[in-house]
């Protein structure tokens, strides 16, 4: 038996989603969303989906299969997978989620498209689409007509239009590849026209819209693969309907084997959202940061200058509520598989700090559509209210700590980085008298947090007020402009977060018990934190060869999940991860030569 990895590939139109193994199996994939129920849930099945009675998967076999390659069509998300058999025959695979503008409005239907066109040879293929309901159910009723099989699933149905034989499909049986097949699944509606030119003009489109959106990034001379790959796929976590952005495509990943610590990423959190829109603004993707804001807007405006959760569902629902799935075994049957996040219930403080930051270049950027004016801006004051009163207070951290609190340093930077750019967006308005009001906010707070979090006797800042510890965090008081790179404190602090926390290539969170005991993985982005600090304070050198490292640890989508193994390089945690994205993009952007180095 061959346990699933992370070599997944994602396509998706920011409506849905799926993951697609190597070989060329859909193997995840909710709808009628991204958080939705997994009609592909073979991924957290548990069982080896060549084995008969696997379910929950679109797969697409080659009698005597032999090989398997696979990539992206150029800059989009349309993947090829070339399968050849053992007697020399071929097919091609071609996977994609349509998504192109029509009529002034995008189409990016609830739809999962399939085209397998033969190359050489007689191949023969068994098609096994088996989708599930109820998280894991198998009985999904089924019916069909001379050219569609329709799926009932849990509150909607699914129609598969096809080209293929529907007899065999629905048996299951082998049959030779003579001609291009073309698959559609999505709502139940029947095809008015010609099927394969109606696909085959999908994909076109959709080729087209994603290589236009692509060639509009401001990418760095090197590493352009990596930014725009990171960037595809970072856009496929935004749910474009409100403009929320994902943290990952899946749940119940564990973060390492065997450790309960199986979370569900596919919500939008305050802090993930953040980094994802600052790394796409790097690279000139406001699309994703003008979707962002509107989600946003909405979110300040429901908590009436209240309380922020930590995350929030991708209509900005407030209760995520959590429960186990007891049809799906797990990954690699590690369960639990989790649906909902209990961390809606958290106090965690940063998220206001992310809120002001991730609104404040809508203060000064000419390009937008929507720049932010003076009722923003006091919307945004009733957030900076909220952080002013509880820089000090404890919180869970942003490492989401179930059973303690303390005051974390990063949350109350966090909460003076609101304050303070709420002072420059005021000067920006000409509000003088408020300027002055937050710059004086952040002056005290700024007192507060460098009194109560240096520790002298260690030289470094510590990751909480009460205590001198290390956390990874630390190191974002330069991304913050808190500390500057030539601080002593920041030097000294850097120093002992690398000594303590760096297991070779890779950088934890932190090193000590949580919930769960000792963690046993690095935390990816925590390593890319290390690579920017590297750089910033001279060691150019290690930066490159430790981003260089990381590099290599991709799958072969070209991607990162959220955590990795020190000791293997074997990847863990949910995927495609944005946290790990946002990081292959910032320091892609950082240490890249110029442009003008070539020209």
Not at 106 to 113: D, G, K, L, Q
């Amino acid at each position: 038996m061959k346990s699933p990895s992370m070599e997944l590939w994602p396509i998706g139109n920011c409506q849905v989603s799926a993951l697609i193994d190597d070989r060329a199996r859909i193997v995840w994939g909710c709808v009628p969303r991204v958080d939705g129920d997994p009609t592909f849930s073979s991924l957290l099945d548990g069982r080896d989906p060549d084995n008969a009675s696997a379910v929950g998967l679109w797969a697409i076999d080659l009698e005597d299969c032999a090989q398997v390659e696979q990539h992206y069509v150029k800059n989009t998300p349309i993947l090829v997978s070339r399968m050849t058999d053992s007697h020399g025959g071929v097919i091609e695979v071609t996977d994609f989620c349509p998504r192109f503008e029509r009529m002034g409005r995008t189409y990016r239907p609830v739809a999962f498209v399939r085209t397998v066109r033969p190359v050489a040879g007689s191949p023969r293929i068994r098609v096994r689409l088996r989708p599930t309901r109820s998280w894991g159910d198998p009985n999904v009723e089924r019916t069909s007509g001379s050219n569609h099989i329709r799926y009932l699933l849990e509150g909607l149905q699914l129609r598969l239009s096809t080209s293929a034989p529907v007899g065999l499909l629905q048996e299951e049986r082998s049959f030779r590849v003579e001609q291009p097949l073309h698959f559609f699944l999505g709502p139940d509606e029947s095809f008015a026209g010609n099927l394969a030119t109606a696909v085959e003009e999908m994909l076109g489109y959709t080729r087209q819209h994603w290589q236009n959106w692509a060639r509009g990034l401001a990418t760095p001379f090197m590493w352009q693969d990596v930014v725009i790959r990171s960037a595809i796929t970072l856009k496929l976590c935004q749910y474009e309907e409100t403009g929320a952005i994902v943290a990952a495509l899946t749940t119940s990943i564990p973060e390492h084997a065997g450790s309960q610590r199986n979370w569900d990423y596919r919500y939008c959190w305050i802090r993930d959202a953040y980094y994802t829109v600052q790394a796409l603004n790097r690279v000139g993707a406001l699309d994703v940061l003008e979707g962002y804001l509107g989600y946003l807007r909405n979110i300040v405006d429901d908590a009436k200058g209240g309380y922020i959760q930590p995350l929030y569902g991708v209509l900005g629902e407030a209760e995520l509520h959590e429960w186990e799935a007891p049809r799906l075994a797990g990954y690699r049957g590690m369960g639990p598989v989790r649906v909902g996040n209990l961390a809606y219930e958290q106090v965690q403080h940063d998220a206001y700090g992310q809120i002001v930051l991730s609104n404040v270049q809508a203060f000064f950027d000419e390009r937008l559509l929507r720049m932010a004016g003076v009722e923003d801006f006091e919307a945004l004051e009733r957030v900076g209210e909220r952080a002013w009163e509880l820089y000090d207070k404890p919180d869970a951290g942003l490492w989401e700590l179930r059973t303690r609190q303390s005051v974390h340093t990063y949350s109350a930077a966090m909460c003076w980085a609101a304050c303070d750019r709420l002072a420059n967006a005021a000067e920006r308005l000409g509000l003088g008298e408020r300027q002055a009001y937050w710059a004086e906010r952040a002056a005290t707070m700024r007192a507060t947090i460098e009194t109560r979090a240096w520790r002298p006797d260690t030289n470094r800042m510590s990751a909480t007020f009460s205590g001198d510890d290390l956390d990874a965090s630390l190191i974002q008081l330069l991304d913050l402009r808190f500390l500057s790179p030539d601080d002593p404190r920041f030097r000294g602090t850097l120093a002992a977060v690398e000594q303590g926390l760096r297991r070779g290539s890779h950088m934890l969170r932190y090193d000590t018990e949580d919930d769960f005991g000792l963690p046993e993985t690095a935390f990816n982005v925590c390593t890319f934190w290390l690579i920017e600090a590297l750089h910033f304070t001279g060691r150019d050198a290690d930066a490159r060869q430790l981003f260089e490292e990381m590099l290599s640890r991709r799958t072969a989508a070209g991607l990162l999940s959220e955590d990795i193994d020190p000791q293997t390089g074997e990847l863990w945690g949910n995927y495609p991860q944005t946290y790990s994205l946002v990081g292959m993009i910032n320091c892609a952007v950082l240490l890249s030569k110029p442009w003008s180095a070539i020209r």
